[in-house]
């Protein structure tokens, strides 16, 4: 990767690959790109910045040829919560944005990565260490998105040599920017409530199991995943990864360590903890292990850590 387009850019994964992109690859070589460009934005100041709405193929493909990109990265897309409450809009954001960007990565040869999820699991699909290929029958319109876009990843790449690239993110936990309307948000909302309330109400119910992972540990996934040596990735597109599989009583028992007044109360959510049962527990990476090097640093008690510090500097 030398020259770097992200769309997207000004979302929960955005915010923070664009600054790690700007800080290895030099700011001269990272595009952000998103649909709004907010004044005084760290995002937008801190480097080279364009409007991109993903479903304006032309306008994309104009940015990528002004900076000469050799990648993209893209991230634009309608979260599971937000896609299962206006289908139709998630339908044509995630597939018609994905497909411009394939075009526009096929028309310039340029490398290309996009996240899928473990939203691309359905309830037939092996609950526990979920192998990296099985049943993918999502009853959701988020999943039914990263299947089809896994496919189509994969056959831009067999069909016109794309050199797509991909991962299955589980729930992605952050102190930047907020995540926006996911299933598994619940685990990023629990230490700001901590902090500010000494309690939360969890709209995910206790005894959930879900695949969490700290941001650091995506963000160097995605970047270790774009400079692997291609020859050596059976799997390409969609690898399984995660850090830690817990439910929220082992977080906010985490939390307490620290917080020792923290109470959490439980009031499922119907859409959103229909969603979460029908993901796994656990997944399996020893792929993405295998054939790259993932590896994770962070585990509960290291993120709970470090979440409390940076939000407690973040609020103070
Ligand atoms: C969501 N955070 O909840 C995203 C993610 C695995 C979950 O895809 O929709």
Redesign the pocket.
Known sequence: MKKILVTGCLG?IGTELVTELRKRYGKDNVVASDIRKPEGNAIVEGGIFEIIDVLDKEKMLQVAKKYEVDTIVHLAAL???V?EAKPQLAWNINMGGLVNALEVARELNCKFFTPS???AFGPDTPKDSTPQDTIQRPKTM?GVT?VSGELLCDYYHTKFGVDTRGVR????ISYVAP?G?????YAVDIYYEALKNGKYTSYIDKGTY??MMYMPDAINAIITLMEADASKLKHRNAFNITAMSFEPSEIAAEIKKHIPEFEIEFKPDPIRQA?ANS?PNSIDCTCAKKEWGFKAEYDLAKMTKDMLEKLKEKEA
Do not use: E, R
């Not at 993110?169 to 992605?172: D, M, V």
């Open positions: 929960q979260l599971s919560a896609a999820s473990i939203g988020y990263k993110f589980p729930g992605l995540p309307g996911g299933t598994t948000d879900m695949d969603i993901w």
